[in-house]
């Protein structure tokens, strides 16, 4: 059993920067963060393999965000950059059972119970 407590939302003005992080209790694989607006469905936002540091993002967040890790804390974090309106939403930290990069909500079984990130204008 796999259990992900996310930290680190908050409220920031339009153009600054957050850092979400993501504790792991458990044996944990591919990692990857997901986010929710309100009357959206959750969209996938990064991902970053346990085997190596190879990462992928969202067309959206790509050159913005950086996913990151560190397997001795068995924490990934989530460095938000250049923050927009549209990031506003809860941020979700998600495992895996698979080394290769998943992207989709239903690969991943054990979700975080998120984290509200508003960016106000």
């Known amino acids: 059993q796999v259990q992900l407590v996310e930290s680190g939302g908050g409220l920031v003005q339009a153009g600054g920067s957050l850092r979400l992080s993501c504790a792991a209790s458990g044996r ?5 963060w997901f986010r929710q607006a ?3 469905e959750r969209e996938f936002v990064a991902v970053i393999s346990w085997s190596d540091d190879s990462a992928n993002y969202a067309d959206s967040v790509k050159g913005r965000f950086t996913m990151s890790r560190d397997n001795a804390k068995n924490t990934v974090y989530l460095q938000m950059n250049s923050l927009k ?3 506003t939403a809860v941020y979700y930290c998600a495992s895996t059972s698979t080394w290769s990069l998943r992207f989709r909500v239903s690969d991943y079984a054990y979700w975080g119970q998120g984290t509200q ?5």
């Open 28 to 32: 944990t694989y591919t990692m990857g």
């Open 38 to 40: 309100p009357g959206k």
């Open 85 to 87: 309106p549209e990031d």
């Open 117 to 121: 990130v508003t960016v106000s204008s």
